[in-house]
């Protein structure tokens, strides 16, 4: 075993269950059990792509310490967020940065890759550094059969990071949910709009973007 994979697989202190790095609503979480994940940190994660341990073109993320594999983009899915690109792109201007299936560190052990992400200007900023939780005006994750991973695992994550706004384009239930004010680790408003409504975020009230348009219906 190489000395880098050594520094990867050897024993650190874990993050405690029910903290904002840790959720205990993470599903299939083994802590107690036993046998327990090795949890790894944001920089241990970006250093396992540098030295060549994850594969620069694997779709993967840092989910509370653990590298969770992301499903396959199918071509609904990768339509979805190519609409969502040209709309807040066109409707925010230089308002917003929009990032598409890029990387936002939430916390120690955690950095997820949503679909769409908008951040606070100016974008020369996120040259020196990974964009934070803090940097967040909203996020968006299209879900198809990422559906139980989007609600159960990361909606609580970004809430516990204190993301203002999550939106879930749910193209099971062809809807989208908008999920505000987050508390502990938890969203306390929630509401969806279907075909023929329209969603428009709370910081840019002013941008009203049509659900047909998102769905593709």
């Known amino acids: 075993m190489s000395t880098e994979l050594q520094a990867f ?4 202190d874990s993050p405690a269950i029910g903290t904002a790095d840790t959720p205990a609503a993470f599903p299939g979480h083994t802590s107690g059990a036993l046998l327990q994940p090795r949890q790894f ?20 993320e840092l989910l509370v310490g653990e590298i969770i594999k992301m499903c396959p ?24 940065i929009v990032s598409v299936q890029n990387s936002v560190r939430l916390n120690t052990y955690s950095e997820p890759e949503p679909d769409v992400a908008i951040f606070h200007p ?62 502990n680790g938890a969203y306390q408003q929630q509401r969806s709009a279907g075909p023929g409504e329209a969603v428009a975020p709370q910081t840019f009230a002013d941008v009203r973007l049509s659900v047909n348009q998102i769905l593709g219906l």
């Open 73 to 96: 983009l199918g071509y609904a899915h990768i339509a979805c967020v190519n609409m969502l690109n040209f709309l807040l792109v066109t409707s925010l201007g230089n308002r917003a």
């Open 9 to 12: 697989t050897s024993t650190t």
């Open 122 to 183: 100016p974008a020369d900023v996120y040259r020196q550094r990974m964009p934070a939780a803090a940097d967040v005006s909203w996020l968006i994750e299209v879900a198809d059969s990422s559906l139980l991973k989007d609600i159960q695992v990361k909606l609580p994550l970004y809430a516990a990071a204190g993301i203002p706004e999550v939106w879930i384009v749910n193209l099971v239930e062809q809807r989208i949910e908008v999920y505000t004010q987050p508390v």
């Open 41 to 60: 940190t944001v920089e241990e994660y970006h250093r396992m792509g540098e030295v060549g341990i994850l594969d620069s073109d694997e779709r993967v």
